[in-house]
């Protein structure tokens, strides 16, 4: 009967057998087994303030008594409710790694727990300067032991210590991003990473450089010169005002840098001077210049007229120039003559023939289209002889004879 009454309890009631506990599941077996109280318990007598429960029917019908009275019930010991054992619930911690510039940090799952996050943070003793700079940076990182710092320019670290100070220095002007990554050994998905901006400045005027060093410039013509000014890294330092000037034999130039050059072609040293200042500190820098000819203007031949005895030589000079006078270097000019004077070498030497007389325009020097010329006179050489014509004349026709004095080429050297 006992299997049925519980299998009857749990079909119609599960929920308040639960509830009732297995004291209460007990009593109603025993009540239903018609087994009487014990002779101390009243099954009317409840405490006070108590609701009184008893089955709704009986189980069965089955409520036996003897004639006498009822039956003593034994003594029960009643067992304590079994605690139900909890149900565990799963817990999950998310890990994400930030970007740049934000820390790491654990969130837990809603009705989860979360462990402790990576938490990554720095400090820098100075952000800018000028170079050198250099900077402390304390790591006030959390829950890691492992770092590694990248300063930004090309030089990293390594160290394993929380509250560790790290130094770097920092020679090349610019902006720099530091950046520490952070991570627990053992964890190899998990890094935390935190950033600072390090703006280093040039440092103080070291030298001056004047550009260009040595230019051609063509006579009368002009050229742009520019300062610039570096601190001992070679960092380039912007904003100083420079002072410029010229040898007054090469040019000018203004306060813009552009120098206009003079007429005289040459070359000039220390032409250009350069002055620049920052506090006390004061540098020179100095340029050469070479002033070059300009376009081909003319051809300058000398001797422009010359008398040659006969096999005589001259030597003739041509220049090519530009408009203001300057030769034009390694000119190569072409000669030409009168046959009838002689010769001419490509240096220009005439050596005069044997034939006598006046040659204008004789000798020619040209350079392209450009061309200069000069007169030759070649002199007959000494008397070698006089001749006097035939004549055809009638008796007593008055005549006039010409005598002829020649050299020895045969020209006339006295009429």
Same mark, same amino acid.
């Given at each position: ?180 990554? /952070? ?70 130039? $203004? ?16 032409? /250009? ?56 270097? $390694? ?16 240096? %220009?030497?005439?050596?005069? %023939? ?6 204008? $325009? ?54």
């Amino acid at each position: 009967m006992l299997p049925g009454v519980v299998t009857m309890l749990k079909a119609r009631c599960p929920g308040r057998l639960e509830l009732l506990g297995w004291s209460f599941l007990l009593l109603l077996i025993l009540a239903g087994c018609g087994l009487p109280f014990r002779s101390d318990e009243n099954p009317g007598d409840t405490p006070q303030g108590e609701a009184t429960t008893t089955p709704s029917s009986e189980v069965d019908g089955d409520k036996s008594t003897d004639a006498g009275g009822p039956t003593p019930t034994p003594p029960l010991q009643q067992k304590p409710d079994p605690t139900p054992t909890p149900k565990v619930l799963p817990t999950a911690t998310v890990v994400s790694t930030p970007e740049v510039g934000s820390s790491t940090s654990q969130s837990p799952i809603s009705g989860s727990q979360s462990g402790t996050g990576l938490q990554a943070a720095l400090t820098a003793s100075v952000t800018a300067g000028q170079a050198p700079l250099s900077v402390q940076f304390t790591n006030l990182s959390s829950n890691a032991d492992t770092f590694r710092w990248d300063f930004g320019d090309g030089e990293i670290a390594a160290t394993n210590l929380t509250s560790e100070t790290v130094a770097h220095q920092y020679v090349k002007a610019g902006t720099y991003e530091v950046a520490l990554a /952070i991570a627990k050994t053992g964890d190899d998905t998990s890094i935390a990473l935190a950033t600072t901006t390090i703006v280093v400045e040039p440092g103080l005027l070291h030298r001056i450089v004047l550009e260009p060093s040595n230019p051609n410039v063509i006579a009368a013509g002009s050229e742009q010169f520019t300062v610039k000014a570096f601190d001992r890294f070679g960092n380039v330092i912007s904003g100083l005002a420079s002072e410029l000037s010229a040898g007054d034999s090469a040019g000018q130039i $203004n306060a813009g840098g552009v120098f206009t050059a003079s007429t005289k072609a040459g070359q000039y040293e220390a032409a /250009i001077k350069a002055v620049v200042t920052q506090g006390p500190a004061t540098e020179t820098a100095t340029a050469d210049v070479t002033i070059e000819p300009g376009v081909l203007t003319e051809v300058r031949l000398k001797p422009d007229t010359v008398g040659l005895n006969i096999g005589e030589s001259q030597e003739f000079t041509a220049t090519a120039v530009d408009i203001y006078g300057n030769p034009l270097p $390694n000119a190569r000019l072409t000669w030409r003559i009168d046959q009838r004077i002689g010769t001419i070498s490509t240096s %220009g030497l005439v050596t005069a %023939g044997n034939v006598a007389g006046f040659y204008e $325009n004789g000798v020619t020097a040209a350079l392209l289209s450009v061309e200069a010329t000069a007169s030759i006179t070649v002199n007959p050489d000494s008397p070698a002889k006089v001749t006097i014509p035939a004549v055809l004349v009638a008796a007593g026709e008055p005549v006039t004879l010409e005598a002829l004095v020649l050299d020895q080429y045969g020209t006339i050297s006295v009429r």
